[in-house]
């Protein structure tokens, strides 16, 4: 069984800056791409952005420039580091992990976390 549990929601100011942090647990052989997905009220869940095992990074072209997103494979860890925060930001913020468990490839998802942008 693979879990998620992703942390460092809250509330800020527009302009303001957060860092999401998620870490994956349980038994896998590896962790394949990692995502941060968002989904404001209302609104389709979108992808803000994914980084691959080897660096490669994409972004939401919404937020280009203002996130970044990293990972610490020995920890398999992927943070989000979210600056110049705008209301339209608002959203649960979800980490997504591919994950090799066995010979299968697993989609897992985290339970998401909060972000809140005042005006």
């Known amino acids: 069984q693979v879990q998620l549990v992703e942390s460092g929601g809250g509330l800020v100011q527009a302009g303001g800056s957060l860092t999401l942090s998620c870490v994956a647990s349980g038994s896998f052989k590896r962790v394949s791409v990692m995502s941060w997905y968002r989904q404001a009220p209302g609104k389709q869940r979108e992808l803000v952005a994914a980084?691959?095992?080897?660096?490669?990074?994409n972004y939401a072209d919404s937020v280009k420039g203002r996130f970044t997103i990293s990972r610490d494979n020995a920890k398999n860890m992927v943070y989000l580091q979210m600056n110049s925060l705008k209301p339209e930001d608002t959203a649960v913020y979800y980490c997504?992990?591919?994950?090799?468990?066995?010979?299968?490839?697993?989609?897992?998802w985290g339970q998401g976390t909060p972000v809140t942008v005042s005006s």
């Open positions: 997504k992990v591919n994950v090799v468990v066995g010979y299968e490839y697993l989609e897992v």
């Open positions: 980084i691959a095992s080897g660096g490669t990074t």
